[in-house]
């Protein structure tokens, strides 16, 4: 079967610790207020039941990109334009066709792209932007850097597709705690994350 | 700035005729400075951790920065401060040249100075300082323990005994039980993993398992108080995979308590109350019969049980006057605690009952309280009895079982040299070493020396009062501070601001000579007659100073040359060695420094050569073709192979000695073999005590105890206590500044709340011109609650790095930009208050509050009201705010509304046995500003 990118992170792992945001920053130079890759953190209870949920969050390489769908530069084939999905599941963006428009940002369900501007000649431009699993790296056979650094080691990425995946055994070993994100769209759209969460017993609180 | 710095380089065209060909050596320099992406293995300097690196580097740009995963002791794994470390060997905020002091101390005017220029005014002072008062009138302060060695190596040649480092103010009370009981310091849980152990078949194997069913993390916040790398993946590893229950406890829910199975929130300083309570609990009902809690093996590796036992259950039957209960009862806990009795008691049965376990206390706690010791004391033996001390899984001691390293090259051969001074009347001759300010001054005991003391060091000079130089005076004339800033973390930030601009009758400083050295600009460095530039951690050469389960030592490499004018320290070694010997220090000899170190590779490749240094010994025995219990010196490949010359009146083996070259070769690392108990009382163990045992009588304190007898006087620190001398055995006192101590109670209705301190990771004290930590929230004392500012930022330039890496141009990667910040947008230092309280108080999330103690000290910030803090307890983080040099950046921009929590300190609260500040002592009272 062909290679299908997933993405695993398990939350008993995650210490909130922002190794991968940094890390993501560092690799792929993200201007400063701007996320590929991000920790958010929430209080849950009341003092002495309380808890800090750590939820890390990154692009979802949906299988059904709403993102690609409302990019309007189209491509030599209407599965290359300017945002488009690879066949091993990376949802990406090529730079040099974005015209900066900001409708794939405004139609992603999880807000996880942003717009950043480029100095060009003696001007900017604007491109559109989001976690690529550092394709860059993932094509060269290394880890993404938010997976490298996590010092929880609570992210994994691999095929899908193959059973003996470290992706696949995690999801088969944790069937019953597996969730993906909810998203911000009522209607009929269904985006189909491919980032899976193992949730952790001792988030739940009270 | 970087862009002009390759345009530079880019500018030696042979093209233009107005430049000469490169010379062969040129050529080669240049082609290993451009070329294409090399990999060079280093160690982390961003925090104390101090992890394995793997540092990329292009066309002589620092390029990336990943965790190395041949490093076990981080296994590839890096934390957000260690990632951003780009952002800070670039940062605009460097202190780029040296730099003389034109204004006042503390204005902050300085003028720009050559190397030649400023080595040489600090070299005539101390050779001025020398001849008037003694080479003793120096302190040589490393601040960081990291890289110290070429500092303290030229100063004890210079003379004096007083070299330190920032262990005096980081955690001694919470060191010292292992320190007294084991001869080590830090007791970790068995979760490094992977640890490298020998197999049945003889080889060596990766093991990933853990074995560890319960951590109890007592004041320790290894997630977010990064000191033990490990501890992040090991703690929530050995939970999903074996089940390992963890336990918090904490006066704030830290991140480490978001993982936690169990979270309690004591009472602020009662750590060694709760321990106490655990160990009468597990004793009782172990004389009960209750079998289970007590291993008794360990009466076979220890020694003065039945008297330590003995003084503890002393206290049993004596009331609390603040309670009215009975020492170290449930009740009693309760009480002191304000934890349930029905919660400790099942601490205790968790921790008796449940093995292998690991019983860890932190930094914040007790290391921060002034009775921290009692807790160390107590925590230790707690380990101990359970049978849980270098148990598979339990509890290792990490100090004993790291790789030694430093050895000659330290330079501590200089304090055996013989010295006179005049003494009342007569000349008294000893060794360099017997001058030391605190171990024979007022600190006998205080094995770290007593930085926090220093200010009234400045003040009232030194006297000594124990040893051979019994009477002896000097004043303190020159501080030399390198990679510290105790102006701000030193205890009291303006005790330490008069004690730096106190004048002597002459009108000068009564500390003539204060010299900066650091790559960050600093509070400290505003106090400084010259400032100079060292070279960040990605241009010098050292060792890792790490806490791994097992021998594992790395390189820190120099892997890009120095910016700006900046100087390793071991060229600064150098440099200021030669220029004290042109200024006629007889001290200063060509054969100890520039003559015996043609490279900075040749002093560490000395300071390597004792490495590991540790015993074969445990189980599975690390080296099975050695002798067992000799002590290994040598490459991991050369003790394995054989390669070995072994020396059986020492008990010695020795293989090759490790060097830099070795470890560039095998991956950026040596790693020894692990093993479990390896205490063994009689074959030559890990424990580092005079009996070789665990000692629960403290020989430790003997030869403090002689001095007394000798001197006939108490050192101030236990005569506080109302102690003639060292205690022989178990001792209880109770900490300061707290509504449990009677002498404290009359501040209680002014000053309801108890203040605590905490290492906010993503923002100590050099690191928070770092943008990419401003953007990371930490536990309600570090958050995004600024106002509007400006202020300039190491920024990327985007769509460089599209795609893949050779396309990058890293001269044109980065830019330094001002930059507006919306409110709300940058981490700050905030002041962390229960909600309840808050409420009381008319206290809303992000309102600018006051908090005061009763010195009269105050200090603002935006209150954090959150449900993650005990009611009357009050958190700040340690020098995230109040920062007053411009060094900080866009920290220093908001400093008037971030609190500096060491301004609330009290100085006076140096605790007894090693002089620590009581960081973490403190009533307060808060209101709306």
Request: charged share 25%.
């Given at each position: 079967?062909a290679?299908k ?8 792992k995650?210490?909130?610790c922002y190794?991968?945001?940094?890390a993501?920053k560092?690799?792929?130079d993200v201007?400063f207020?701007q996320f ?5 953190v929430?209080?849950?209870?009341r003092?002495?039941?309380v808890?800090w949920r750590?939820?890390?969050v990154?692009?979802?390489h ?9 990019c309007?530069?189209p ?9 488009y999905?690879r066949?091993?599941g990376?949802?990406?963006v ?14 992603c ?9 480029e ?20 094509d ?8 490298r ?7 994994c ?16 070993q944790n069937?019953?705690r597996?969730v993906?994100?909810?998203n ?6 269904k ?7 193992i ?8 | ?5 390759l ?6 065209s042979p093209?233009?005729?107005l ?33 394995g ?16 995963p ?9 934390c957000?401060?260690?990632?951003a470390?780009?952002q ?8 780029k040249?040296?730099?003389?002091r034109v204004g006042?101390?503390?204005e902050?005017r ?6 030649d220029?400023a080595?040489?005014y600090?070299?005539?002072k ?12 120096v302190i040589?302060?490393a601040?960081?323990v ?7 190596r030229?100063?004890f040649?210079?003379?004096?005994p007083?070299?330190?480092?920032h ?7 919470r ?14 849980p068995?979760?490094m993993r992977?640890?490298l152990?020998r ?6 194997k990766?093991?990933y398992?853990y074995?560890?069913k319960?951590i ?6 290894p ?8 501890e ?7 939970q999903?995979?074996t089940?390992?229950?963890v336990i918090?406890?904490d006066p ?6 978001a ?12 750590d060694a ?7 009468r ?14 291993d008794p ?5 220890s020694?003065g ?12 039957d004596k009331?609390?006057p ?6 170290f009862s449930?009740?009693w806990a309760?009480?002191r605690?304000g ?5 400790i ?13 690991a019983l ?8 921060h309280?002034y ?7 107590l ?8 049978g ?6 339990g ?5 004993l079982?790291?790789s030694d390293?430093?050895g ?6 200089f ?6 001074r005049?003494v009342?009347g007569?000349?008294?001759?000893a060794?360099?070493d017997?001058?030391?300010m605190?171990?024979y ?8 020396d007593?930085?926090?003391d220093?200010?009234?060091a400045?003040l009232?000079?030194i ?7 019994r009477?002896h005076?000097?004043?303190i ?6 990679t ?5 973390t030193?205890?009291?930030?303006w005790k330490w601001?008069?004690?730096?601009t ?27 007659d ?9 241009e010098?050469m050292?060792l890792?100073d ?7 030592l790395y390189?820190?490499?120099?892997v890009i040359?120095p910016?700006?004018?900046?100087r390793?320290?071991?060229e ?19 054969e100890?420094?520039?003559a ?12 390597m050569?004792?490495a590991?240094?540790?015993?074969n010994i445990?189980?599975p025995?690390p080296y ?11 490459t991991p490949?050369?003790l394995d192979s054989g ?16 060097t830099?070259r070795?470890?560039r070769?095998h991956?950026?690392?040596a790693?020894w073999?692990m093993s ?8 030559g163990g890990i ?5 070789k045992k665990?000692e629960f009588v403290?020989s ?8 007394i007898?000798?001197?006939g006087?108490?050192?101030?620190g236990?005569?506080e ?9 178990f001792?209880?006192f109770?900490?300061?500044?707290n509504p449990?101590?009677?002498d404290?109670?009359?501040?209680l ?11 906010v ?7 928070q011109?770092?943008?990419w ?22 920024e ?18 980065y ?14 230092g905030?002041i ?11 206290i ?5 509050v ?6 009269g000290?105050?200090?603002?910030g ?6 993650t ?13 109040g920062?007053?040099s411009?060094?900080?950046?866009p920290t ?5 509304y971030?609190p ?7 100085p006076?609260?140096?605790s ?8 973490a002592?403190m009533?307060?009272r808060v209101r709306r500003?």
């Open positions: 079967m290679k990118y997933a993405f695993v992170i398990d939350l008993r995650c210490v909130g190794a991968c945001q940094v993501c560092q690799e792929n201007p207020g590929r890759s991000e920790v958010k929430r209080q849950d209870g003092f002495p039941d808890k750590f939820l890390p990154l692009c979802n949906c299988g059904n990109p709403i993102c690609v769908k409302a309007p530069v491509g030599a084939t209407p599965d290359r334009k300017a945002t999905k066949e091993d990376l949802v990406l090529d730079t040099d066709k974005c015209l900066g428009c900001g409708m794939c940002a405004k139609f369900p999880y807000r996880a792209r942003y717009v950043w501007e100095r060009k000649w003696e001007g900017w431009m604007r491109k559109a932007d989001k976690c690529n699993y550092c394709v860059h790296l993932l060269q056979g290394l880890p993404p850097a938010c997976v650094d996590c010092m929880g080691k609570a992210r990425i691999g095929d899908i597709n193959d059973p003996e995946s470290e992706v696949s055994t995690l999801i088969a069937k019953d597996i993906v994100r909810e911000r769209l009522t209607g009929g759209l985006p189909t994350p491919n980032v899976y969460y949730l952790d017993d001792r988030s739940q609180v009270a | 700035m970087i862009a002009r710095g345009a530079a380089l880019f500018a030696w093209a233009n005729a430049f000469r060909p490169l010379s062969d050596n040129e050529r080669q320099a240049l082609e290993a400075q451009i070329g294409n992406v090399q990999v060079r293995y280093s160690a982390d300097v961003m925090c104390p951790s101090e992890c690196l793997e540092m990329w580097i292009k066309d002589g740009y620092l390029f990336k920065i990943y965790g190395n041949n490093v076990p002791f981080n296994d590839g794994t890096l957000a401060k260690g990632a470390g780009i800070m060997v670039y940062s605009p905020y460097r202190l040249t040296p730099m003389i006042e101390r503390g902050g300085f003028r720009r100075a050559t190397w220029e080595l040489d600090i070299a005539s101390l050779v001025a300082i020398k001849r008037t008062h003694g080479p003793e009138a040589m302060d601040g960081d990291t890289d110290r060695d070429t500092y303290w030229l100063f040649a210079y003379g004096t007083n070299c330190v480092e262990g005096a103010i980081c955690d001694t009370p060191r010292h039980g292992p320190k007294l009981m084991l001869g080590g310091k830090r007791i970790e068995d979760v992977p640890v152990v197999q049945p078949d003889g080889s060596l990766k093991d398992s074995k560890t319960l109890i993390y007592n004041g320790w916040n997630f977010v108080a990064t000191r033990i790398n490990y992040s993946r090991g703690t929530v590893g050995a999903v995979e089940g390992c229950k918090v406890i704030c829910h830290t991140n480490t308590a993982k936690a199975d169990m979270w309690l929130a004591p009472k602020a300083g009662t109350d709760l321990f106490a309570a655990m160990l609990f597990i004793l009782e009902r172990d004389a009960e019969g209750r079998a289970g809690y007590i093996a360990f009466r076979g590796y020694q049980w039945e008297e330590f036992l003995a003084a503890f259950a002393s206290w049993w009331t609390d603040a309670t009215g209960l009975k020492y449930l009740d309760q009480a605690t934890l349930p009795r029905q919660k008691e099942e601490v205790a049965h968790l921790f008796g009952s449940i093995k292998p376990a860890v206390w932190g930094m914040q706690s007790p290391g309280h009775n921290g010791y009692v807790a160390s004391i925590g230790t033996a707690l380990n101990v009895i359970t849980n001390l270098d148990a598979p899984g509890a290792i001691d990490t100090e079982t790291k390293k430093g000659s090259a330290t330079g501590k051969q304090l055996t040299r013989k010295v006179k005049p009342a007569k000349v008294v001759e060794t360099q017997e001058l030391h605190d171990r001054g007022d600190w006998p005991s205080a094995w770290d007593v930085v926090g220093y200010p009234r400045f009232e000079g006297t000594l009062r124990y040893g051979p130089f009477g005076k000097y004043p004339k020159a501080f030399i501070i390198r510290g800033n105790p102006v701000i030193g205890s009291a930030t601001q008069e004690a730096l106190a004048r002597d009758q002459s009108g000068g400083y009564k500390v003539d000579l204060v010299v900066y050295v650091d790559t960050p600009f600093l509070e400290t460095g505003l106090y400084a010259v400032v100079l530039p060292e070279a960040s951690y990605a010098r050292s890792s790490i806490y791994p389960s097992h021998p594992v390189l820190r490499d120099q040359q910016l700006h004018e900046s390793t320290p071991f600064i070694m150098i440099g200021l060695a030669q220029a004290l010997a042109n200024n006629g220090d007889p001290d200063i000899k060509a100890d420094f520039w015996k170190y043609k490279t900075e590779e040749d002093f560490w490749n000395e300071a050569a004792p590991p240094g540790k015993p445990g189980e025995l099975p073709n050695l002798p067992i219990g000799y002590k290994l010196i040598g490949d050369s390669r070995v010359t072994i020396d059986h009146e020492k008990k010695e083996v020795k293989g090759e000695p490790l830099a070795w470890i070769e991956q950026g690392v790693v073999p479990w108990r390896r205490l063994h009382p009689t074959g424990l580092k005590t005079g009996s665990v403290f430790a304190y003997d030869k403090y105890n002689k001095l007898d000798e001197a006087e108490a050192p101030r236990i005569k206590l109302g102690w003639p001398k060292y205690p022989r055995t001792y209880w109770e900490t300061k500044w449990n101590n009677p404290y109670a009359k501040y209705g002014g000053f309801p709340f108890q203040l605590i301190c905490g290492r990771h993503h923002a100590m004290s050099g690191t011109m770092v943008p930590l401003s953007e990371v929230e930490v536990e309600g004392t570090w958050a995004p609650m600024n106002q509007e500012f400006e202020s300039e930022i190491l990327v330039n985007p769509g460089q790095t599209q795609w893949s890496i050779p396309f990058v141009d890293p001269a044109t990667r830019e330094v930009r001002n930059k507006k910040f919306r409110p709300g947008t940058f981490s700050v905030t962390l208050i229960n909600s309840d309280d808050a409420g009381r108080l008319g809303q999330m992000g309102d600018m006051v908090v005061e103690n009763p010195l000290k105050q200090v603002v935006r209150a954090f009201v959150a449900e803090i005990r009611p009357g307890v009050i958190k700040m983080g340690f020098a995230t705010g920062r007053f411009p060094g900080l950046g220093f921009v908001n400093r008037a971030t500096n929590h060491n301004e609330l300190v009290d006076d609260a140096l007894p046995i090693m002089g620590q500040p009581a960081y002592d009533l307060v500003a």
